[in-house]
């Protein structure tokens, strides 16, 4: 049963998901954990101390906001902020500190009661930050023994094993492990981390994307606080950057990166950098950095092969508690070939099919599923799609549609085509504001809300947008 604040957070999170782009979503909001609601104070638990305070410094007008309007007036948020205590037995310490609007956290909005007009100097900012309080960031579910051994994957997989047990020491540095998109790089990266610190508990981890590596870069860079950020990198033992293909066009980033790159690599100190592609097609990475990368091993994953994907496939379902007929794990196996990713999301769909529907896993309904998933996953439609349906449909102007006619035939079909915008594609209401004419995300919230309150009372209105409706998922499939 979900608890209260964890409704309240979710409600949050689907406002701020529309708003936040997609990677700074993910690094900033999934990791957050909702904790407790009392009278109107919601508190949240943050990885670390960092992460509080780029959250306050960041995104706290929009956490305002957001949970103003679910709570009312007088929402407050507190934190409850993760200290690794650096001993793996032990649960995470926290400590609870109130929201405060951290730093320079200044707008026209100072009603907002998460703002105390004078701020007080937060005291649990850690002085010279202890080694053993860097939280490494790994996600513990990503292991060696749940990371199935195949030709797509022996050598990556062995050279992290290796990795694991003597970081630092051996030849494999940087260990650069690349491959497609879902194929498993995150999951290889992270579980090296993982059996680090369980073979080695002193020493200092750190899972990094480089896209969040970039976002800190150039937050230091603001304040001033450049060296800052290098020494905090410095003080790393095993440091895994995901994803090195984003350094493209981030100059300032690779020349900081640099700089921590050989002062690890000098202090015999191991990395572990992951990326889409082989090294030698990552272009906009500066030349220097490249060769680093040279300097040890690369390593590429592939798609699994037939029987790989069925061991993996028996893996999930055994560390869910789950079962279901050979001949359905084989079609799976068989169907999809993308990636792994897409390998669990079928599985994923499959169960969720059954339980929706009350109904056992067959062939039959694996056929059915895998169908649609394969569909779904094949063809989305865009904005501008949609834009000229609904145009079509009521016979209005394209140009009519997008600039700031008030006409009430127009106005509708402009809130209409937002509308099936939304439920549609998966742009955020930002990009769906800029399809029509510049307009912002409060505009496509607006007209989303309208559509849904018209349906409800015009029947009119409602037989033509689930017409509409039919067409754009007919055009979707
Ligand atoms: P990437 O980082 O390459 O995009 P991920 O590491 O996120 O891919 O992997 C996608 C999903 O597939 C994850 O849930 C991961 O656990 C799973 N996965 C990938 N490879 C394997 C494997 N060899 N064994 C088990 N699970 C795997
Ligand atoms: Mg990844």
């Not at 979900?2 to 990791?31: G, R």
């Not at 730093?103 to 009661?113: A, L, R, V």
């Not at 037939?306 to 079962?323: A, F, Q, R």
Request: proline share 4%.
């Amino acid at each position: 049963m979900d608890k209260v604040f964890e409704k309240v957070w979710i409600n949050c999170l689907e406002i701020i998901k529309d708003i936040v782009e997609w990677q700074h979503f993910k690094t900033w909001f999934e990791p957050i954990k909702p904790v407790a609601l009392k009278e109107k104070i919601l508190t949240i638990q943050v990885p670390s101390q960092f992460f509080y305070e780029y959250i306050e410094e960041h995104y706290v007008s929009l956490l305002a906001k957001t949970l103003k309007r679910e709570l009312g007036k007088d929402a407050r948020l507190e934190y409850r902020i993760m200290v690794d205590s650096g001993n793996r037995n032990n649960k995470p310490q926290t400590i609870d500190v109130p929201g405060q609007g951290y730093k320079s956290y200044s707008n026209n909005e100072m009603d907002f009661p998460l703002v105390i007009n004078n701020p007080v100097k937060n005291p649990f900012v850690i002085p010279g930050l202890k080694k053993m309080q860097i939280n490494p960031q790994l996600n513990q579910a990503y292991t060696f023994e749940a990371y199935v051994e195949g030709d797509c994957n022996r050598v990556a997989r062995r050279a992290g094993k290796t990795v694991a047990e003597k970081p630092g020491t051996t030849s494999f540095n940087p260990l650069v492990i690349y491959g497609g998109v879902g194929l498993g790089k995150t999951h290889l990266a992270q579980a090296i981390g993982n059996e680090v610190k369980r073979l080695h508990s002193n020493k200092v981890v750190l899972y990094v994307s480089s896209e969040k590596f970039i976002n800190q870069f150039i937050d230091h860079g603001r304040n001033g606080a450049i060296n800052d950020f290098i020494h905090f990198y410095q003080l790393i033992d095993v440091l895994i950057i995901d994803d090195v293909q984003f350094f493209t066009r981030a100059e300032k980033s690779q020349d900081a990166f640099f700089s921590i790159f050989n002062h690890l690599h000098q202090s015999g100190k191991q990395l572990i950098l992951t990326s889409d592609k082989p090294p030698k097609d990552l272009e906009g990475v500066q030349e220097r950095l490249l060769s680093r990368f040279r300097w040890g091993l690369s390593a590429d994953i592939q798609m699994p092969d037939y029987d790989t994907k069925i061991e993996i496939l028996e893996k999930k379902m055994k560390n869910d508690g789950l079962e279901m007929p050979p001949e359905v794990v084989k079609y799976i196996a068989y169907n999809i070939n993308s990636s792994v990713r897409e390998l669990e999301g079928a599985l994923i769909s499959l169960l969720a099919q059954s339980s929706l529907n009350k109904r056992e896993i067959d062939l039959e309904l694996a056929k059915k599923v895998l169908r649609n998933f394969v569909k779904s996953s094949s063809k989305e439609i865009t904005i501008d799609a949609i834009q000229k349906m609904v145009c079509e449909y009521f016979d209005v102007p394209y140009d009519k549609l997008l600039q700031k006619t008030r006409k009430r035939e127009i106005v509708q079909a402009r809130q209409i085509t937002m509308f099936l915008a939304k439920a549609f594609t998966k742009n955020s209401l930002k990009t769906i504001g800029e399809h029509f004419g510049g307009r912002d995300h409060t505009t496509v919230i607006h007209s989303c809300q309208t559509v849904k309150d018209l349906m409800d009372t015009d029947n009119l209105f409602k037989e033509s947008v689930l017409e509409l409706q039919q067409k754009v998922h007919l055009a979707a499939m």
